[in-house]
């Protein structure tokens, strides 16, 4: 059986068996032993053995790719196509999302008694992300992008800061002699080889990984919550989904001349571990190695558009962030005018771009946007219930969507590669 089809049915016995624990023991506490002593660490030890591999995996192929782009030119050329299609591609989302929670206004429905339930329940977890949001987006994160110390940096997962520090590396690479560049880009490209066994051999136990994932969410998730907030859920996801398999196609067809159905073909591993594990970055070792090998991008491209992509494009989460803050403006009857709504535009692309690619990453930023078009912060409470869910499917709008991304790079490069169809296992 092939490695997605295995990770896939890991999801879906997950799911099955979560949900009719869910049911049948209503979530009592057997279930939530079960799922904190056994489900959930498994579920967490699977996810940071992908994510332990990122900063080695972009600090690799982050040097290699903008030393292998060979210029400054092409690297400016290559960086400009790269940003204007993440920002393009962001605000659209955002838009899009905007649009549906004008036209369907799900908060309006939403019962008083149910708002006040949630915001009693989730209270703790609110102050928590209320404390992180506070110096979520300020001039701070700008300065932070160029690290004093970069082994700090890379220590406290700050990815910005290495993206950077990588990025001058493989600038630093095409300016020195060959013969002096040789040894360092050998020991990277090792590294980088070293990254992609390790990665393969984690993606081995995925199935296991992947099913102990959704089963904790599953098993635990508040289906009653689920129906008080459909509409909501409902109109997000309609958004991501339209997003995914209206925007993305016309995009992939009119821009990169990529056949979407055959693109979503080859990158359905990548969809598959981004929606289980809810995470851009423990995706980022899957989606590199299948943009190189199912899709033919080439290295430097992949390697160059990639790493950047998983921190700072978040089409997906811009979109939940954008529709959320209109939600609960719709839920405390705040009026948002449309210069407002534009601010939410631009604030959910900005915030998209410094949120960490981990589960629920965008929630403290979402919360300052919030704060700054007047609805209550504490108004987060009444989705964090649903988030989990939520999460799971603009994560893989957010990597499909950085493929995309170098698919169009490519294309502008003049490369349109049609390789093979191979599953990257
Ligand atoms: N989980 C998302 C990601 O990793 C970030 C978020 O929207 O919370 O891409």
Not at 115 to 125: C, N, P, V
Not at 204 to 209: M, R, S
Not at 358 to 363: E, L, T
Not at 408 to 421: C, D, K, M, Q, Y
Request: charged share 10%; hydrophobic share 55%.
């Amino acid at each position: 059986m092939k490695l997605h089809t295995k990770i896939l049915l890991g999801l879906v016995c997950g799911a099955a068996v979560g949900v009719t624990t869910n049911l049948v023991t209503g979530a009592g506490p057997g279930t939530q032993r079960l799922v904190s002593l056994l489900t959930e660490p498994i579920g967490k030890i699977w996810l940071s053995s992908l994510i332990m591999v990122v900063i080695p995996l972009i600090v690799s192929t982050l040097s290699l790719g903008v030393a292998g782009l060979g210029s400054l030119r092409r690297l400016g050329r290559i960086g400009l196509i790269t940003i204007v299609s993440f920002l393009g591609l962001t605000a659209l989302s955002t838009a899009l999302g905007l649009l549906l929670m004008n036209v369907i206004r799900p908060g309006h429905g939403l019962d008083p008694a149910v708002k006040t339930q949630l915001m009693e329940t989730y209270k703790g977890q609110t102050e928590g992300a209320m404390g992180l949001s506070g110096n979520a987006l300020n001039i701070d994160l700008l300065v932070r992008i160029v690290p004093r110390n970069p082994v700090q940096a890379a220590a406290s997962g700050d990815m910005l800061a290495v993206i950077f520090f990588s990025l001058m590396i493989g600038v630093a690479l095409t300016l020195i002699p060959t013969e002096k560049a040789t040894p360092m880009i050998s020991f990277l490209d090792s590294l980088g080889h070293i990254t992609v066994a390790i990665i393969g051999l984690v993606m081995k136990v995925a199935p296991i990984g992947v099913f102990c994932l959704i089963f904790s969410v599953t098993a635990r998730f508040g289906f009653a919550l689920l129906v008080n907030l459909l509409q909501y859920v409902l109109t997000v996801v309609a958004g991501l989904a339209i997003f995914q398999f209206v925007g993305y196609p016309v995009i992939l067809t009119l821009v990169s001349c990529w056949n979407a159905l055959d693109f979503f073909r080859r990158i359905r591993i990548v969809m598959i571990t981004a929606f289980s594990t809810s995470s851009s970055n423990a995706t980022l070792p899957t989606t590199m190695r299948t943009s190189e090998e199912s899709l033919g991008i080439p290295r430097e491209i992949g390697g160059f558009v990639l790493p950047l992509g998983a921190t700072m494009n978040m089409n997906g989460t811009a979109l939940f962030e954008g529709a959320t803050v209109l939600f609960l403006a719709q839920v405390f009857g705040v009026h948002l005018t449309l210069s407002a709504q534009l601010v939410v535009v631009v604030m959910s692309v900005l915030t998209a771009i410094g949120t960490a690619g981990i589960p629920g990453g965008s929630i403290p930023l979402l919360m300052m946007v919030l704060g700054m078009v007047g609805v209550p912060m504490e108004g987060i409470a009444i989705i964090l219930g649903v988030d989990r869910l939520l999460d799971m499917c603009r994560t893989t709008l957010n990597v499909t969507g950085d493929l995309v991304t170098a698919t169009i790079v490519a294309r502008f490069e003049g490369i349109t590669p049609r390789p093979a169809l191979v599953d990257p296992e």
